[in-house]
């Protein structure tokens, strides 16, 4: 889960100043903030732009998009500019806004903490509110609708896959069974999901784990699922890579390990690990095309974690664009 800050104050975004100072290295330049939030980032690349700088930031929630047209219309900043849309349709973004190659790409992954503080949008097992999820309310089918369809074995194979939780067989059948009782009533709200999913963790737990809830795997499973979350994070890097100019940064903090893997996979992959090499010189085949050199991973500093403890499963990692477009 992501944290971001407001221009106005508030939570601070994680990793904040290592990930824009890896980013930014034109003052002059054109960079894409892919997940605004609030801004706390956006506002952070702006200060390191000079009058010639350019950013265009995206985001997929209509609630953070219409924060960022509150602060432009406040600030009148003529250099940057936001766009209602996912991360990955970049390339239709940035074409739309008359771009080509750019010098930065930022993408600050999961779930943002306007999102996770508002039970209406369904995101927290914490407080009761609707089961939706969406990170796009006006779009995309809702957690309650898809509990309500789907057959056991996919729910389960969700929760497994997207959530790692061990108990997802019966977590699936429980919820599945709920469809069957109460007149056939299936989960409606956030608390009927997770108290369901905490009786069956704790019913076969031998030893409660210490400072998490039982239904944490869970609902980070179902809101990955909705939200088409890895999908999108696949297509967003590929689309980032192919408009970064040589030189350009890629920089990404993840905060769970799918995310990070598919980070790390994809940076290794586009930086030759897989690819054919001499079988006396070892180096890479001519002709083979390399489209990026790793530069840094980071996590949050104790300071960081002991001040935001929502920061500590973060991961930035940062790769440069080497080769001609």
Not at 56 to 62: G, I, K, M, S, W
Not at 219 to 233: G, H, M, S, T
Not at 283 to 308: C, F, K, Q, S
Request: charged share 30%.
């Amino acid at each position: 889960m992501k944290v971001r800050e407001g221009q106005g104050g508030g939570h601070r975004s994680v990793l904040l100043d290592e990930a824009v100072d890896a980013l930014v290295t034109r003052v002059d330049g054109v960079y894409v903030d892919g997940t605004f939030g609030r801004g706390g980032h956006s506002a952070a690349i702006l200060s390191r732009l000079g009058a010639q700088g350019r950013l265009v930031a995206l985001d997929r929630d209509p609630e953070a998009v219409a924060a960022a047209r509150r602060w432009q219309a406040d600030q009148g900043d003529a250099r940057f500019e936001i766009v209602h849309a996912r991360f990955s349709t970049l390339a239709q973004v940035l074409d739309g806004c008359g771009v080509g190659a750019v010098d930065g790409v930022l993408l600050d992954l999961g779930v943002s903490s306007p999102q996770l503080d508002d039970p209406a949008r369904g995101f927290s097992f914490r407080e009761d509110g609707p089961l939706d999820m969406r990170m796009d309310p006006t779009r995309g089918v809702p957690a309650s609708e898809w509990l309500a369809s789907a057959d056991e074995g996919e729910i389960a194979e969700v929760v497994r896959e997207y959530g790692q939780e061990r108990f997802a067989v019966p977590i699936a059948k429980a919820i599945v069974a709920r469809r069957g009782h109460a007149g056939g009533a299936p989960l409606q709200t956030t608390g009927e999901l997770a108290r369901l999913v905490a009786g069956v963790v704790r019913s076969r737990q031998r030893k409660p784990e210490v400072g998490k809830d039982p239904a944490t795997r869970t609902f980070q499973a179902v809101r990955i699922f909705v939200n088409q979350e890895l999908e999108e994070l696949q297509r967003a890097l590929d689309a980032a890579v192919d408009r970064l100019r040589p030189g350009g940064r890629l920089a990404v903090i993840s905060f769970h390990s799918l995310e990070d893997r598919i980070v790390k996979q994809f940076i290794a992959r586009e930086s030759g690990r897989d690819a054919p090499r001499d079988p006396v010189r070892g180096g890479v085949l001519p002709g083979v095309r390399i489209r990026l050199r790793p530069l840094l991973r980071m996590l949050p500093g104790d300071t960081e974690v002991a001040a935001n403890p929502r920061a500590r499963s973060a991961v930035l990692r940062v790769a440069e664009r080497t080769d001609a477009r």
